[in-house]
């Protein structure tokens, strides 16, 4: 591992630092502008945020990445409730991607997880980039999304043997990842130099 980059547990004192890096790396990237930091904040102190597993990156005592994680459930159509975790949004600033950051933070946190006896992780992002990790399709372990749909970007991974067997149903993550009031999303951003929000090829709306 490069041995500028100092990984550590996030503090209070980070999370101003860490709200402007989210917001550097997803800037126009899935919609003009972006919501990613704002949900950070919103998130803040909340049950569903495990701190013991939310790192930083640092690198000559600048911030360059984040990895942040929270509780989520499995629900099953008979009145189950599975517990998992969840890890997004997951920084990198814009000036050093593709120096192995986000990789170091996944592996980095996915084996403190393990330590702390979690059983089970389910995320969406990019199939190609995750399942170097070892994530697999969700529905391969009867996991399906909140609206009971199931698509390739949903994924999931054992943290222990059979770690994810009998968890079947939908996942339910933190509403604060999707219920996003648009005007306090604006107010939040305004707090932050101004970028201009531009919609580009390729992103998600």
């Given at each position: 591992?490069n041995?500028?980059f100092v990984?550590?547990t ?8 860490v709200e ?10 899935y ?8 949900i950070l904040?919103?998130?803040r102190g909340?049950?569903?945020v495990?701190p013991?597993?939310n790192l930083v ?6 911030i360059?990445?984040?990895i942040?994680?929270?509780?989520s ?5 008979g009145g189950g409730c599975f517990?998992?975790?969840?890890f997004?949004p997951?920084s ?9 950051i986000?990789s170091?933070l996944?592996r980095?946190?996915?084996a ?6 979690f ?5 969406t992002?990019?199939p190609?980039?995750y399942g170097?990790f070892?994530f697999r ?5 009867g996991?399906?999304?909140?609206d ?7 994924m999931?991974?054992?943290?222990t043997p059979?770690g994810?067997?009998?968890v079947?149903?939908?996942v339910?993550f933190d509403p ?8 306090e999303?604006?107010?939040f951003?305004?707090q ?7 919609k580009?090829p390729?992103q998600?709306?």
């Amino acid at each position: 591992m490069n041995p500028q980059f100092v990984y550590r547990t996030e503090t209070e004192d980070d999370f101003d630092r860490v709200e402007f890096l989210t917001r550097e790396a997803f800037w126009n990237v899935y919609q003009p502008g972006c919501e990613e930091h704002y949900i950070l904040h919103v998130l803040r102190g909340a049950p569903a945020v495990i701190p013991e597993l939310n790192l930083v990156c640092e690198a000559g005592g600048r911030i360059v990445g984040h990895i942040f994680y929270t509780r989520s459930r499995v629900l099953s159509d008979g009145g189950g409730c599975f517990p998992v975790i969840t890890f997004g949004p997951i920084s990198v600033h814009p000036d050093m991607q593709g120096r192995g950051i986000g990789s170091a933070l996944i592996r980095k946190t996915l084996a403190r997880a393990a330590e702390m006896v979690f059983t089970g992780v389910v995320i969406t992002g990019n199939p190609a980039y995750y399942g170097r990790f070892g994530f697999r399709p969700a529905s391969d372990f009867g996991i399906v999304y909140e609206d009971g749909s199931s698509f390739p970007a949903l994924m999931a991974l054992e943290l222990t043997p059979g770690g994810l067997s009998g968890v079947k149903g939908r996942v339910s993550f933190d509403p604060a990842f999707t219920l996003i009031d648009p005007e306090e999303l604006d107010r939040f951003d305004a707090q932050f130099p101004p970028k201009e929000k531009k919609k580009l090829p390729g992103q998600l709306r």
